[in-house]
């Protein structure tokens, strides 16, 4: 393998670098982007039972902002459940665009490095082309062993490039992709119980008490009133 990666040259160092990084990234996304760390089972549901029996309070609040970024969303309508619509929603919005900035993190890395590193592959083949052909220039085509070494370098870094650049493309692609339907059931999730606090608020509304009625606007009182 050291062999290998000297006859590469110099390019095969960040070429290294970058297949190094693009592991890391996709262990760590992988890791975190997990169907359970990211929408916990019966949280909605767990939140709902707890505003349904007039339980929620603050600290229950921030430990459903802490739990996960579906609770942070979460949290975020319950903070103002009290107001109208349109405000929950603008509040739920707005952390939702922090919380998919999170889930999106280091993807534009891994992204990069899927883009470059076939690059640092060509441009090793260019260099190693250009040592062949100043061999060429030097000592003729009558000695191969002089031609081995810009040839080696040549195919080495080209093909150590591809085998870094495939692999993070297709792991870019596939946590671009978990990314996107994590949102659309955040959405989902979210809407529910924002429809969920809407009910509860118009029942409530509808079944506050009514205001006595003055007994001077009674017709039997009316009624007495002329009577006397």
């Not at 262990?27 to 359970?36: A, H, M, N, P, S």
Request: with cysteine; charged share 20%.
């Amino acid at each position: 393998m050291l062999e290998i990666v000297q006859a590469g040259g110099w390019l095969m160092l960040p070429i290294i670098a970058c297949s190094v990084i693009a592991a890391a990234i996709i262990l760590e996304r992988l890791w975190t982007l997990q169907q359970t760390r990211v929408l916990p089972r019966d949280l909605t549901a767990r939140v709902w039972q707890l505003v349904k029996n007039d339980q929620l309070n603050h600290k229950h609040i921030e430990a459903i902002h802490r739990d996960s970024p579906l609770g942070q969303i979460l949290a975020a309508g319950l903070a103002c459940r009290h107001q109208d619509r349109d405000v929950m929603k603008e509040h739920i919005e707005d952390t939702g665009r922090h919380v998919v900035h999170e889930l999106e993190r280091y993807l534009n890395p891994l992204g990069t490095i899927a883009a470059i590193t076939p690059l640092l592959g060509l441009l090793g083949t260019v260099i190693g082309m250009v040592k062949v052909f100043a061999a060429i220039t030097t000592h003729g085509v009558g000695n191969p062993g002089v031609l081995a070494g810009g040839i080696s370098e040549a195919l080495i870094t080209t093909a150590a490039g591809l085998s870094v650049a495939i692999p993070a493309l297709i792991a870019y692609r596939y946590l671009r992709g978990r990314v996107d339907g994590l949102v659309v059931d955040m959405e989902k999730e979210a809407m529910k119980l924002v429809e969920a606090l809407q009910h509860k608020r118009h029942l409530e509304t509808r079944i506050e008490p009514q205001p006595d009625t003055p007994a001077a606007s009674h017709p039997a009182a009316t009624a007495t009133g002329r009577g006397a």
